[in-house]
């Protein structure tokens, strides 16, 4: 699933974002200032950002030069309420791709999204699973009897899995994978998940490793 990081200081549109991208099959980390967003891009790969200029204390601008400096090539566009050509420059130079102004037109974004995408050669594609096929940007599994059309939560489980193909999978791993900050996530949740997925594929595809995970073999 392609990752997306938004880095918007007004808590409400970042919210809107994150309910409008996640809608359309991307998986979205949101926060609010230049130092978390620093921290989330070391631990995480992410495929786009889209960075609010106005950051508060800090800056967009800012934040990307880090970014930059460090060799953080990531995709970046800007969504900003300024106009003035100056910060515009400053934007571009600091390594953006592309910026909007606010108010924000999401079908628009989503355009850009795309031909960002697509000129990184990250649009969503099918992906072969035994005798199914997946495609994430609709979450479904098809195969030649039926069509399965999997819940967010468990369209993110089975990500995880194919990004860790053969690989232990930790409950850790799955908590973070699945549930945003101000979740609660729970082993019990995990269980449900699992048996899912087992009901999908064959139980044996999917194994329980003792004390450690889950490894998914298919």
Not at 126 to 132: D, S, W
Request: hydrophobic share 40%; with cysteine; aromatic share 10%.
């Amino acid at each position: 699933m392609i990752k997306i990081l938004v880095v918007e200081d007004d808590k409400l549109f970042a919210q809107t974002l994150e309910d409008f991208l996640s809608g359309e099959g991307f998986s979205v980390d949101i926060c609010f200032e230049k130092d978390r967003a620093l921290d989330l891009c070391y631990e995480k790969n992410f495929d786009l950002l889209l960075l609010d200029i106005n950051l508060g204390k800090s800056t967009g601008i800012d934040l990307l030069k880090a970014l930059r400096n460090s060799d953080n090539k990531t995709p970046a566009i800007y969504l900003t309420s300024y106009k003035d050509k100056e910060t515009l420059l400053k934007g571009f130079k600091s390594g953006a791709d592309d910026y909007l102004r606010k108010p924000v037109d999401l079908d628009e974004l989503l355009l850009r999204i795309n031909a960002i995408l697509n000129r990184s050669n990250k649009i969503l594609k099918h992906i072969f699973l035994g005798e199914f096929t997946y495609d994430p940007k609709e979450r479904t599994l098809f195969n030649k009897k039926e069509k399965i059309t999997l819940s967010k939560k468990l369209a993110l489980l089975l990500e995880l899995f194919i990004e860790n193909r053969s690989v232990i999978v930790t409950k850790d791993m799955i908590k973070s994978k699945l549930w945003e900050w101000n979740e609660n996530p729970s082993d019990g949740a995990i269980r449900v998940y699992i048996n899912d997925l087992k009901k999908i594929f064959k139980k044996e595809k999917i194994k329980n490793i003792k004390g450690l995970g889950y490894r998914f073999e298919i």
